[in-house]
């Protein structure tokens, strides 16, 4: 997930059409994240992952495999 401080803030004085509010993004091909590795997370470390990424507004992901 991009860091909160590259995030650019709305200018809501320019605005001139409606905009759609999402709950957060969802990452389509998702292998982990914060040295969390979906092939080899258990349970504890994949909601440890969940909560980093809610944090990020990550609201969903796609989890990705790797084949070898």
Do not use: Y
Not at 2 to 14: A, E, G, I, Q, Y
Not at 28 to 43: Q, V
Not at 45 to 52: A, W
Request: glycine content about 8%; overall charge positive; hydrophobic content about 40%.
């Amino acid at each position: 997930p991009r860091p909160v401080s590259t995030v650019k803030k709305l200018n809501r004085s320019k605005l001139t059409q409606k905009l759609a509010q999402s709950l957060g993004c969802v990452d389509l091909h998702f292998h982990g994240a914060f040295g969390i590795d979906l092939m080899n997370a258990n349970e504890s470390r994949m909601n440890e992952l969940s909560d980093l990424l809610w944090k990020q507004g990550v609201a969903a992901i796609c989890p990705t495999t790797l084949s070898g």
